[in-house]
């Protein structure tokens, strides 16, 4: 039984030739803070910014469907467990922490 990883959306450099386990957290990561639309040769890549200055349960609701729906498409080998929330309403700043298992 693989474990569940938890994957935090803070950007850290690329390494390049990396594999197994450590390879689908990069890709998870990358997908996760790359803004559909900036990628040239793919622009369906990342998740969907539309969500900006929505109220926040709308916010989270979106975030999780795209998530899901990219990791489903781009990181097969990521299967998506749980999407826990950090919030503040008052700044009005929300950051995913996403769990995943993965299977290689």
């Given at each position: 039984?693989?474990?569940?990883?938890?994957?935090?959306?803070?950007?850290?450099?690329?390494?390049?030739?990396?594999?197994?386990?450590?390879?689908?957290?990069q890709?998870?990561?990358?997908?996760?803070m790359?803004?559909?639309?900036?990628?040239?040769?793919?622009?369906?890549?990342?998740?969907?910014?539309?969500?900006?200055?929505?109220?926040?349960?709308?916010?989270?609701?979106?975030?999780?469907?795209?998530?899901?729906?990219?990791?489903?498409?781009?990181?097969?080998?990521?299967?998506?467990k749980?999407?826990?929330?950090?919030?503040?309403?008052?700044?009005g700043?929300?950051?995913?922490?996403?769990?995943?298992?993965?299977?290689?």
């Amino acid at each position: 039984m693989a474990e569940w990883l938890t994957i935090d959306t803070l950007p850290k450099e690329i390494i390049f030739g990396t594999s197994g386990v450590q390879e689908v957290i990069q890709n998870v990561k990358l997908i996760i803070m790359t803004r559909k639309g900036t990628q040239p040769l793919d622009r369906n890549f990342g998740i969907s910014y539309d969500f900006v200055d929505s109220p926040i349960p709308r916010v989270m609701a979106m975030v999780e469907q795209e998530i899901f729906m990219a990791l489903r498409k781009y990181e097969p080998r990521a299967v998506l467990k749980q999407v826990t929330w950090y919030s503040d309403p008052v700044s009005g700043i929300v950051k995913p922490n996403v769990s995943i298992q993965v299977r290689l």
